[in-house]
């Protein structure tokens, strides 16, 4: 399994396990089907919605880690 980091496009993390959606909708990143979210990177995603991309990367790799 790949490692995430802060230019790790959504739609590639949405493609390679769907069941890290929650981590997104968590920090209020609801609209994942548009196509503009997908093709954005984590660090711009975090950066939009206010929030510490290293926190939400730790938790991304933690729950494929444990995959």
């Known amino acids: 399994m790949a ?8 739609g590639d993390i949405l493609d390679m396990d769907s069941t890290t959606a929650p981590y997104f ?17 984590v660090e711009e995603a975090c950066q ?3 929030i510490n991309p ?3 990367i730790e938790k991304l790799n933690a729950h494929l880690a444990d995959k």
């Open 48 to 50: 939009v919605h206010g």
């Open 25 to 41: 909708l968590e920090m209020g990143m609801h609209c994942l089907g548009c196509p503009a979210s997908r093709g954005e990177t």
């Open 54 to 56: 290293d926190e939400l």
């Open 3 to 10: 490692t995430i980091t802060k230019d790790t496009i959504i």
